[in-house]
């Protein structure tokens, strides 16, 4: 098994404030730095898009639900890794066939090492497809 990667900048975006300060200490006890978000929006207007490593989202939120973030990050920053996560299993048949190879998705509850171990998957792919490591200041 190699290294996981130098802590992330990881975004997470829940309308739901338990779940979202229970991911926040989750990506933090595995050293990563988390900007947490209550909706799509809010993280879309942070301004925070430029300096995340991975993107966490719930799928079923009011207003901008997670697969148009989702979207809306793939336009911006394609090499960004999106993992989604949803209480609501039937709602993936929302999921664009040709992007469901492209997000990993889990369901509520999941498993909180699942989590991390795909966090440092996904960050550790896209930084080997960009060329060089990203050194965070840790």
């Excluded at 993280?43 to 799928?59: H, P, Q, R, T, V």
């Excluded at 009011?62 to 299993?89: K, N």
């Amino acid at each position: 098994m190699t290294e996981p990667p130098p802590g992330a900048i990881v975004a997470v975006v829940d309308d739901d404030p338990s779940i979202q300060q229970s991911l926040e200490y989750l990506l933090e006890s595995a050293d990563h730095d988390v900007l947490a978000f209550g909706s799509a929006r809010a993280m879309l207007e942070s301004g925070c898009l430029a300096k995340i490593d991975c993107l966490i989202s719930d799928i079923d939120m009011p207003g901008m639900d997670g697969f148009d973030l989702s979207q809306a990050v793939r336009d911006a920053r394609p090499e960004v890794p999106i993992i989604l996560i949803t209480g609501h299993p039937e709602l993936l048949h929302r999921l664009p066939p040709m992007d469901a190879g492209r997000h990993v998705v889990f369901r509520k509850p999941f498993d909180g090492q699942d989590l991390l171990t795909a966090v440092e998957d996904a960050v550790r792919d896209s930084r080997l497809r960009a060329g060089a490591p990203r050194d965070n200041g840790k």
